[in-house]
């Protein structure tokens, strides 16, 4: 009994359907790899194709008068400006979280964690803050 074989052909119709699925799969996953490895790509498609753009009224601010010395020092996830004895803590989002009153003109800061260290420079005065508590003053 002999081997029978099958000589059927794949229609032009499906060769082409087949070369297309597989050119767009691999054109797919090229541009995810470039997109994923290299920045200024990023940027070009975020912006050309995507149509993703930061503009100034997107980012979120933090208005400070530029006559007055301010502190400003950033922990955990918030910004902190101090300035005539008010410590201003602003969220990630430049929303105000809450206001302390300190008694401290010329500050250094410390920072672990979800905590920070306010002192005077050379004085006495110390504050630890975490979240939306001042912990312990003096």
Not at 35 to 57: C, D, P, Q, S
Not at 69 to 80: E, G, R
Request: charged share 20%.
């Amino acid at each position: 009994m002999g081997i029978l074989k099958y000589k059927g052909k794949i229609p032009l119709k499906n060769k082409i359907i087949i070369g297309l699925v597989i050119l767009i799969l691999l054109s797919t996953v090229t541009v995810f790899i470039v997109y994923a490895t290299n920045e200024e790509a990023r940027n070009w498609i975020n912006v050309h194709i995507l149509r993703k753009e930061v503009t100034e009224e997107d980012v979120a601010t933090i208005e400070i008068d530029g006559d007055k010395t301010h502190y400003i020092h950033a922990y955990d996830k918030y910004i902190t400006i101090l300035n005539n004895g008010k410590l201003q803590v602003y969220n990630g989002y430049g929303n105000k979280a809450y206001e302390l009153d300190v008694t401290i003109s010329n500050p250094i800061f410390s920072e672990n964690g979800g905590y920070l260290a306010i002192a005077e420079n050379k004085g006495q005065n110390v504050y630890v803050i975490s979240e939306r508590k001042n912990c312990m003053g003096q």
